[in-house]
């Protein structure tokens, strides 16, 4: 019994949130991005995918919007033309990648 209880306890506490995580990471629905679009402080999934072509072609698999650290992201998943998956995190407000992170090598490296 006290074995069964414990197991249980270890169960429930890996399902609780971590406090002390200093980053918190909100996916919006729809409709709010459809606001934040609307005011101007991000841009369109379609206007930030054309930006996307011009340095990682191919198709959008899965597309999601996340607010980190007061900052709008678009978590991306595309299948490029060789058929490969790739993940892209792009600024939501710039449709530009994080200049701090290297692009897959499957995308062609930024240019400005």
């Known amino acids: 019994m006290t074995r069964?209880?414990?197991?249980?306890?270890?169960?429930?506490?890996?399902?609780?949130p971590m406090t002390g995580h200093t980053s918190s990471l909100i996916e919006l629905e729809h409709y709010e991005a459809k606001q934040l679009v609307s005011s101007g402080k991000i841009l369109s999934l379609d206007v930030t995918l054309s930006k996307t072509k011009h340095f990682c072609d191919g198709k959008l698999i899965d597309a999601h919007l996340y607010r980190e650290d007061g900052?709008?992201?678009?978590?991306?998943?595309?299948?490029?033309?060789?058929?490969?998956i790739i993940d892209l995190s792009l600024d939501a407000s710039t449709g530009q990648p994080?200049?701090?992170?290297?692009?897959?090598?499957?995308?062609?490296a930024f240019e400005n």
């Open 4 to 16: 069964a209880l414990f197991i249980s306890f270890l169960a429930l506490a890996a399902l609780m």
């Open 71 to 84: 900052k709008w992201r678009y978590d991306l998943q595309i299948k490029a033309q060789r058929g490969q």
């Open 98 to 108: 994080d200049p701090y992170k290297s692009l897959p090598n499957d995308c062609r």
